[in-house]
């Protein structure tokens, strides 16, 4: 167990026990354990083909992990049928990684359609709730009436964020939710996440790469190794770890420029 | 206290506004106000009524939970009223929902983007009708290019890409054989059973060799190996080139020097125009070989006698006549297959219409050009 000292006694928003995934011979996950509590910016991190994104697939039951647990709100998802697993969709939002906006709809349609489908609201509040989450997320207002292939790749971010927060969810998954973007609208995205945090005390779980983004924003970090959790805990304490791969993690020179940068904005 | 109006829809959320003898207005909100609760709590406020005049105050110490949506709904009345006049000033909101409310001010300039008015119908017509002829004239430019291409290709035999043509030789021929086989065995089981009934009483047995023979061989075994590969391959190359164009492979292929046309476009014309013919052959013979087998069953002819009056029946013109229209059939699957296909935009939907187009005009063309055949042989007397 990975319980931390002076942690609160709330249940865990995502509480993940023991996750084997392999895929033919290849061992993805070898006994993930990991806990997210609400209220956090928790960030999963690790080298590329280290199986994030995989187990960010298992979590939001688009894949079945070969053993292990996986809770989400206290519930166990692995083997939830599509039904059962409805009332959790509805509470968690997803943004993934190239956005995956339906492409024969609008911005505005591709955010409506969540609305339509999961609440009674009349069309116009409707349509208005949905320029207010195309708002919300820094696109311009003529953004919502464009189609996906009409729009920028950070764009094309912003828009999946947007439908990702349409139902006002509790628990947020991004995947590489700054991948792709300039700096100044990464770090608008980051803006946007944390005051969603602290004004809906939202719960947010995001893969990523980006050092900056990491700094700034994460709460807690886990570094999946191996197969394993190889380091959780702050920036400050993961970048003062000894693990060889937390290290080579942080310690690259774009994760001495991060950290630089970090202790200059303090 | 004043009047009291629009209390809550349910127990736990709502609104009330209550008008002072100053004149001054508080609006009271309690509860949960969220994306759950939002359509009965718009309809509450839509059904308040506003004395004019006065400064508002929003009481929202009995909120609970306020989420963007109940913010957006609460941010659209406060305006509502500013706008009317007077000053809107916010009260025991907790900490995060005022930030909330603030950043909802600041973010949300909320101007629905204009809807664009419905053209009249003249223009409409005349936006069809040009698109109708640019889609012409981009059919002239696909095939100018893809004969460029091959020119070009054919000048530099070594140039061209064997390996992709093999593969289309075999997925779009060798795999087709059993689907084309079938069809055209039954197409010709049923010819002779159909004509069975009519010789019969002629005492015309024999006939259903020419009937079936001439049939197939003339028209029925170009046409319907064509239409079977329009469906089955003329599709599949819309679908892949179209889902190549969505994902920007296309646009990879030309950064990294190699044509579109050279990769894509002539392995499959080439390949198709090598397998169709050989398809023809083929089903000709499983065809007659349905005739064949009904003959015997239905009027008695055996294979023998069969196969003897197969050498006067068809003229060696009437084989001709039907496999020179292979490779012209193999052209047009081919070549609109493969622009039906860059003619896709951004969309999962693209790809589906275009495919759908790809098949439908594929068909057609090679319907209209059978008859353009059976007219010029007919001029030429074969």
């Known amino acids: 167990m990975t319980t931390l000292p002076g942690r609160s006694a709330a249940p865990a928003v995502i509480d993940v026990r023991g996750v084997h995934t392999r895929f033919g011979d290849a061992v993805v996950h070898d006994g993930v354990e990991l806990s997210v509590d609400a209220g956090q910016v928790f960030a999963l991190v690790g080298g ?98 464009k189609y996906p292939s009409e729009l920028s790749g ?40 944390r005051s969603l945090r602290d004004g809906l005390g939202l719960t947010i779980m995001m893969v990523t790469h980006d050092l900056d983004l990491l700094w700034r924003a994460a709460d807690r970090v886990a570094v999946l190794g191996n197969g394993r959790i190889v380091g959780v805990g702050t920036m400050s304490e993961l970048s003062h770890s000894d693990h060889v791969l937390v290290r080579q993690y942080f310690h690259g020179p774009r994760g001495r420029a991060a950290l630089e940068q970090a202790w200059k904005t303090k | 206290m004043g009047v009291e109006q629009g209390t809550g829809a349910a127990r736990d959320f709502g609104a009330e506004l209550s008008v002072a003898a100053s004149g001054a207005r508080e609006l009271r909100c309690w509860g949960q106000w969220s994306v759950r609760t939002l359509a009965a709590l718009e309809q509450l406020l839509a059904q308040m009524h506003w004395p004019e005049g006065g400064d508002v105050l929003v009481d929202g110490s009995g909120i609970t939970q306020l989420d963007t949506s109940g913010a957006w709904l609460l941010h659209r009345t406060m305006s509502q009223r500013s706008a009317a006049g007077g000053a809107v000033r916010l009260q025991g909101f907790r900490a995060e929902f005022a930030a909330l409310l603030q950043l909802l001010a600041s973010r949300a300039l909320l101007h629905e983007a204009p809807v664009a008015p419905a053209p009249p119908w003249l223009a409409r017509v005349g936006r069809q009708g040009w698109t109708a002829l640019a889609g012409f004239w981009s059919y002239l430019a696909f095939i100018g290019e893809s004969a460029l291409a091959l020119l070009t290709a054919l000048r530099h035999p070594h140039r061209l890409r064997w390996r992709p043509i093999l593969h289309n030789v075999q997925t779009a021929g060798v795999d087709a054989l059993p689907i084309t086989g079938l069809l ?199």
């Open chain 2, 184 to 382: 055209s065995f039954l197409m010709g089981l049923v010819i002779a059973y159909q004509g069975a009934d009519q010789l019969q009483r002629f005492g015309a047995n024999i006939f259903v060799v020419d009937l079936v023979a001439l049939a197939m061989l003339r028209e029925l075994s170009p046409l319907l190996t064509a239409i079977i590969i329009a469906g089955r391959s003329g599709s599949a190359y819309t679908a892949q080139i179209g889902t190549m164009k969505v994902t920007e492979e296309i646009d990879a292929l030309r950064t990294i020097g190699v044509g579109a046309q050279d990769m894509l476009v002539l392995p499959k014309l080439i390949a198709l125009v090598l397998v169709m013919p050989l398809l023809t052959v083929y089903t000709d013979v499983t065809g007659v070989l349905g005739g064949m087998v009904m003959a015997k069953l239905k009027l008695g002819v055996g294979f023998g006698a069969f196969v003897d009056r197969l050498d006067d029946a068809v003229q060696l013109s009437s084989y001709w006549t039907g496999l020179v229209k292979a490779p012209v059939f193999a052209l047009i699957v081919a070549l609109v297959g493969c622009h039906r296909g860059f003619q896709v935009g951004g969309s999962a939907d693209s790809v589906g219409a275009q495919t759908t187009v790809s098949v439908v005009q594929s068909i057609f063309l090679v319907i209209v050009t059978d008859a353009l055949f059976s007219i010029v042989f007919l001029w030429l007397d074969l």
């Open chain 1, 48 to 145: 590329s083909g280290s199986g994030k994104s995989t187990l960010l697939r298992e979590i939001i039951l688009l894949q079945r992990p070969l053993a292990g647990s996986i809770r989400v709100f206290g519930q166990e998802v692995i083997g939830l049928s599509d039904e059962a697993a409805l009332p959790l969709r509805r509470r968690w939002g997803v943004m993934f990684e190239r956005g995956a906006l339906f492409s024969a709809l609008t911005v505005t349609e591709n955010v409506a359609m969540v609305l339509a489908e999961h609440t009674d609201l009349p069309p116009r509040l409707i349509r208005e709730v949905a320029a207010l989450k195309i708002a919300l997320t820094g696109l311009p207002a003529d953004a919502g009436a």
């Open chain 1, 154 to 193: 950070g764009m094309r971010k912003r828009a999946a964020l947007a439908r990702a927060l349409a139902l006002d969810p509790e628990l947020l998954f991004l995947d590489e939710p700054t991948a792709g973007l300039d700096p100044l609208s990464a770090t608008g995205i980051d803006e946007l996440v």
